[in-house]
């Protein structure tokens, strides 16, 4: 009874486990007669079965775990809870603080104003050059580390989007170099697991860790021992890389800076390390923003690029334009420069069309920090209905697929149309793959001129079409490809596609 008050007994779903809480995300769905359990892919599969029947917000109550919850698939309602306000703050236990000490992405308004403030200049045109220098660089090395694709076609094209995307973050942001082969340094001792298996292992297994007390790791449990292990290597790991650049920062040894000097992301935070002001970090918060950072930063983009070629690979003739494209803006065969990026605007209309289709980032989540006021709207029209109360310590949901599909904003929503974008009239705050409001990432560009590069890069000299797998028909590697996942980020099945060199 006091979470349907706290929703103001607004319409909506009665289960036991909201699905955002590590138990929503790990009872199987099977055992639904029992406990009408929405799973956590309910986002993408209600999508279809008209989640918002009347207004643009549903409320979720459970009735044996979890915060009663709302669910908001508006503009207006975004703004009101993602937008310049106090009555909305991050989560008080936030899943992230757990993981990884405090840092920028988790904290609540107060300790993350200090983050923000710190990080902020380390995004800079400088930064974003190198990142479309170093793009064009691993993009070489994976075309020949991976003979070119003349011998196979990609069976999961996220398993390139995704070392891609870690190498950039690692190499812009902190300085870890590594090769396209020998993805990270490997452990000193033998038998141990590399940091990007650790790194693997960790993505996994954040519900597990989640859920999983402290006194569990030291159960017989392999499964256990293993996500103990990885999350603790990869804290090791950073600290010691903290401890290195500390130290030839001291000494004045710092040689590997990829040209960015004191202003790159990692020196930015470790520098804030040695203060001791107001605007100084602690090893733990130095700790957690790099982690944040390379998890904020690459599995979202990989999942981004992932679908963007899938789409691409579908509509041949939107991968013809953006062929044209890049033969208009480099007619002499020349690699690709940073000054060429804002030429490239078909492709980045298709980028954004596919994550508008499918977003990395398919919910963001906020708390009611007090009793809040909030206009809800209706499904037809996005007309203020009434007011409702959101009780304190409500579960706040920005349902961005559900946004991103409302047929207010985007007309035909299902379809892949990147030509959208270059209607004035297009709602730009209704595309919400990156956030919105002071929250918003701090890593969009970061992450759109790698994407831009990537697909200038690939798209130049390769054809990229759908891989039918035995004797699959178009529409079945349809539904198995393009039906979302939500794991940590809401993901495609595996993109396999064909690559075949332009003559
Ligand atoms: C396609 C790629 C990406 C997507 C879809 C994405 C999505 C998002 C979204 C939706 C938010 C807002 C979360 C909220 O309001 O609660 C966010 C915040 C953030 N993102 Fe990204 N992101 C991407 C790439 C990156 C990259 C490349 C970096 C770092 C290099 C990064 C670092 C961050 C950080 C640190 C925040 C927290 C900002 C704050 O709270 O002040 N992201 N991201």
Redesign the pocket.
Known sequence: RSGLKAVDHLPGLRCAFTPISGWGFVIPTSLNPLLFNPGSNFFWSMKFNGLYPKYDIISIVPWLQGPATIFVSSVEMMRQI?GRTDAFD?LTDSPGVYLFGE?????QREG?KK??RI?NPA?SPKLYNMVWNESIRIFHEMATCEGEWKDAPVADVTTLTARF?LM??SS??YDFRFTWSDPLPTAASGGEKTIRECFDIALNSIPIRLLAPRWAYSLPSKMLRRVDYAFNRLTSFSKSQVALRREQMINGTMDNDNGLGMSA?FNTLVRAGEDDGRFALSEREVVG?TF???F??????????SATLAMLSLHQDEQERVYQEITRVLPDGREPAFEDFDSFTHTRNCFTEA?RLY???SV???EAMQDAVLSITDRDRGKKVRDVIIKKGTLTC?D?IGIHYNPRYFPDPEIFEPSRWEDSTVNTDAF?????????????R???V??ICFLVMLLRTWKVEVNLLNNETLEQWRQRVLTGKNTV?LCLGEVSLKLTKRS
């Not at 840092?103 to 904290?107: G, R």
């Not at 919400?432 to 969009?444: E, S, T, Y």
């Open positions: 993602i991050k840092n920028v992405a988790s904290l993350w983050h923000r990080l995004f995307a950039v973050v812009c942001a992301v923003n944040t950072m390379l904020a930063g690459h599995e979202t983009t990989a999942r981004a690029l994550m977003p990395p980032a963001i989540l906020r920005i961005v919400v793959g990156f956030g919105h409001g002071p929250r918003v990432c701090i890593g969009d970061f992450s759109i790698e994407s980020t």
